[in-house]
C-alpha cells in the first residue's frame, strides 16, 4: 500500500474520488518494505527477563504479549552461533524480583502484578476538533490494571490456566484522537463493570515429537521446567493473541517497556479481540531447534471494539499465522524474524460503501456502521525483527500493512506502519533490573479510510470531524528503576506529531510517570 502524504483533495466527484482510492488501496506495498527491513538491521530482542510472569494485555483495544514467549526459547538462551571474541553476557537476573516469593512447588503457579500508569498533555494547538478527539486542552489521566495469575500442572504434558484481572482509572480523551494511543492499559470503555473478570482460561497440552528436552523458563503462560525439543503445543480457552504471537523481547511489555500501542504491538495487525483485548478459540504451535511455526483461530467481536463476541465461528472468526526463525540478522549475534499475516471475517463496513451513501445524500456523515449483517474480509501481514547489538544493547523494528478497504474493528485505526527502537539494560551501569528504551513509530491509513475522516466520519477511535492528512509520527522514550523487591517506577515521555494523521492538530508533548508492583 501506498504511504499518502498528500492532503485529501475534495470538491471531486463520487465516482472519480472512489476510483482513484480503489487504486491507491489495491496498490502493492511500496517502498515503506525496503524501509522497514533496513530498519530492521537495528533490530531486535533485549536480554529477556527470564521467568517473568509477562506483560498485562491493554484493556482498550488491547494487547501487548508477555516478555518471553513460553513457546519459544528465549534469545537469552545459549546462543546458536556465539562469538569466541565477544565478552560474556550481562548477568541478567534468573527472575524478576517479587514482593513475595513464587510457590516453591512446580505443580502450580501463583503470582501477581500491579501497574499503575499516570499521563499527562499540555494545551496543543487545534484548528477544529470532533467528537473522537483528543482534547486539545489541559488534561491527565491515570490508569491501574491487577492481574493475579494461577496455574496447575496435571502431568508432564498438560496443565490448566487462569487469570483474574480488575482495570479501571481513565484515559486521556477517553481514549480518543490517537491511533498510537500512549497508555496500552487504558480501560476505553468507561461503561465497563469494574468488577475483576476472568482474563484467561485455557487448556495446554504439549505433545511431544522428540526424546530430548529443552528447560524452560516458567511463566503464567508455561509452567513446565522441560520441553521436549520438538514438540506441537496446543491452547484451548480464553487468552489474547498477542500471548503467543507478534512478540518482542525488546517492544511488547507496558510494565516494563513502552506503552504506545504501536510501539507495543504491531499497529496494523487487526487481531480478534474484545474491548479488554481478549478473544476465545485456540492455538496450534510447532516448536522445532531453531524455528517454529504456529496457527491461532480467534472468535471476533459483534461491533467494533465491543465486549461482546460473536458465537457463531462459521461466520465471525479469525486466523492467525506466524513463522519465527530465531536466527539474527548481525552474524554472530542472537536475533529473530517473525512473520505474521491474519484474516479477519466479521460485520465490518467498508469505507467506500459509507463515503458513496454520503455523497448520494443517504448519510447526513459517513456512518461505516449504517449497513445491514453483512460478513466482510479484512487481511494483513506483519514483518518482526529483534536483535542483540552488544552486550548491553538491543534492538527491535516492526512493519505492518492491511488492506485498508474495511472498518478498523478491533485493535486501532492504522493501515500502515514502521516502527524501531532500541533498549539498554541496567548491568551496563550495575542497576541489573533496570532499563531504558527509546522508539520511533510511523502510522499511516489507506485513501478510502482518509476521504472518510476528511467528510466528518468517526471510526471507534477517530473522528475530528475533519482531516488535512499526515502520516502520525510518535517517539517514546522511558526508563524503569527497580527500587526494593518488587517495586518499579520511572519516567515515559511521548511526542506525536499530527495526531489522529491530522496536520490541522498538535504537536502533542505527552510525559507519564509508571508504578509496577510485582507480587
Known amino acids: ?161 487462569a487469570d483474574v484481572e480488575e482495570a479501571g482509572g481513565l484515559a486521556l480523551s477517553s481514549g480518543f484522537g490517537l491511533a498510537g494511543n500512549t497508555d496500552l492499559d487504558i480501560v476505553r470503555n468507561p461503561l465497563l463493570s469494574k468488577a475483576p473478570y476472568l482474563a484467561r482460561g485455557m487448556v495446554h497440552k504439549v505433545i511431544a515429537l522428540s526424546k530430548d528436552n529443552v528447560e524452560n523458563d516458567r511463566s503464567f503462560l508455561s509452567l513446565f521446567d522441560e520441553l521436549p525439543r520438538r514438540r506441537l503445543e496446543l491452547r484451548f480457552g480464553k487468552f489474547s493473541m498477542p500471548d503467543f504471537f507478534d512478540i518482542n523481547e525488546v517492544g511488547s511489555d507496558t510494565k516494563y517497556q513502552f506503552m504506545n500501542w504501536t510501539i507495543d504491538n504491531n499497529g496494523a495487525w487487526d487481531y480478534a479481540a474484545d474491548t479488554r483485548g481478549y478473544t476465545v478459540g485456540f492455538t496450534a504451535d510447532y516448536e522445532d531447534r531453531n524455528w517454529g511455526l504456529r496457527f491461532g483461530e480467534g472468535l471476533m467481536p459483534v461491533v467494533a471494539n465491543g465486549i461482546n463476541l460473536v458465537w457463531r465461528p462459521w461466520e465471525a472468526h479469525a486466523e492467525n499465522y506466524e513463522f519465527e526463525f530465531r536466527r539474527g540478522l548481525i552474524p554472530k549475534k542472537d536475533g529473530a524474524i517473525r512473520l505474521l499475516a491474519y484474516t479477519n471475517y466479521a460485520n465490518m463496513g467498508i469505507y467506500r460503501d459509507a463515503i458513496a451513501n454520503f455523497e448520494d445524500g443517504l448519510t447526513p456523515i459517513p456512518e461505516i456502521t449504517d449497513h445491514p449483517w453483512h460478513i466482510t474480509r479484512k487481511y494483513g501481514f506483519g514483518v518482526n525483527l529483534q536483535q542483540n547489538l552488544t552486550r548491553y544493547l538491543a534492538a527491535f523494528a516492526r512493519f505492518g500493512w492491511d488492506n485498508g478497504k474495511t472498518e478498523s474493528f478491533a485493535y486501532t485505526e492504522v493501515d500502515q506502519t514502521v516502527a524501531a527502537g532500541i533498549a539498554a539494560y541496567g548491568s551496563w551501569w550495575h542497576r541489573n533490573q533496570d532499563r531504558a528504551g527509546f522508539a520511533f513509530v510511523t502510522n499511516g491509513i489507506c485513501k478510502d479510510h482518509q476521504i472518510y475522516l476528511a467528510d466528518g466520519g468517526s471510526g471507534f477511535l477517530l473522528g475530528d470531524g475533519g482531516l488535512t492528512y499526515g502520516r502520525e509520527y510518535i517517539v517514546e522514550s522511558y526508563y524503569t528503576a527497580h527500587l526494593w523487591r518488587g517495586l518499579y517506577l520511572g519516567p515515559d515521555l511521548q511526542h506525536i506529531n499530527n495526531p489522529g494523521y491530522n496536520r490541522a492538530r498538535g504537536p502533542v508533548l505527552v510525559p507519564g510517570f509508571r508504578l509496577h508492583l510485582e507480587f
Not at 499518502?4 to 518494505?33: E, H, M, Q, V
Open 1 to 161: 500500500m501506498n504511504f499518502i502524504f498528500n492532503k485529501t483533495k475534495t470538491g471531486t466527484s463520487s465516482g472519480s474520488r472512489l476510483a482513484k482510492a480503489a487504486r491507491l488501496c489495491s496498490l502493492p506495498i511500496p517502498c515503506a518494505t525496503a524501509l522497514a527491513l533496513a530498519l530492521a538491521v537495528a533490530v531486535a530482542p533485549a536480554p529477556a527477563q527470564q521467568g517473568s510472569p509477562g506483560q498485562h494485555l491493554p484493556n482498550a483495544p488491547t494487547p501487548s504479549a508477555p516478555e518471553t514467549n513460553a513457546s519459544a526459547p528465549s534469545l537469552n538462551a545459549s546462543p546458536a552461533n556465539p562469538d569466541p571474541s565477544d565478552p560474556p553476557s550481562p548477568p541478567i537476573p534468573a527472575d524478576v524480583e517479587t514482593f513475595f516469593p513464587h510457590l516453591k512447588n512446580t505443580q502450580f503457579w501463583l503470582s501477581g502484578q500491579a501497574n499503575f500508569i499516570f499521563q499527562l498533555h499540555p494545551s496543543f494547538p487545534a484548528a477544529y476538533s470532533g467528537v473522537h478527539s483528543l482534547r486539545p486542552i489541559f488534561e491527565s489521566a491515570t490508569s491501574r490494571v491487577v492481574t493475579v495469575f494461577t496455574g496447575v500442572r496435571v502431568n508432564n504434558s498438560l496443565e490448566f490456566l
